[in-house]
């Protein structure tokens, strides 16, 4: 059974960083976009951030653009989100999976969004914090 494997989540102060990663272990990434969500307590898991495969598209929810940024290393099978500029409201688990039904990332509301998506793995906690 396919699952994905976040890591790199973990306590920081408002206005630092934390580079997680998603790895895909017995599953080959290529021709997939992968999505980046988050799960704050009491509330829905929404679509951070999307990249395509061999495509330049991306996706970011209006919350994180500008402080977050995706990226993929094909050779290595993983995927990468940079976040910058931290902020409290961004404390949540963050789970990776891939859209197995595009390589180009288009916007949730303009596609089935999160239904989209499959592979989830068990997450990676970020708090942020003072």
């Known amino acids: 059974q396919v699952q994905f494997v976040e890591s790199g989540g973990g306590l920081v102060q408002p206005g630092g960083s934390l580079r997680l990663s998603c790895a895909a272990p017995g599953f080959s990434l290529d021709y997939y976009a992968v999505g980046w969500f988050r799960q704050a307590p009491g509330k829905e898991r929404e679509e951070v951030s999307c990249i395509s495969y061999r495509d330049p598209s991306t996706y970011y929810a209006d919350s994180v653009k500008g402080r977050f940024a995706i990226s993929r290393d094909d050779a290595q099978n993983t995927v990468y989100l940079q976040m910058n500029s931290l902020k409290p409201e961004d404390t949540a688990v963050y789970y990776c999976?891939?859209?197995?039904?595009?390589?180009?990332?288009?916007?949730?509301?303009?596609?089935?969004?999160?239904?989209?998506?499959?592979?989830w793995g068990q997450g990676t906690q970020v708090a942020v914090s003072s």
């Open positions: 999976a891939a859209n197995l039904m595009r390589s180009r990332c288009v916007p949730p509301q303009a596609s089935g969004g999160i239904g989209e998506y499959s592979y």
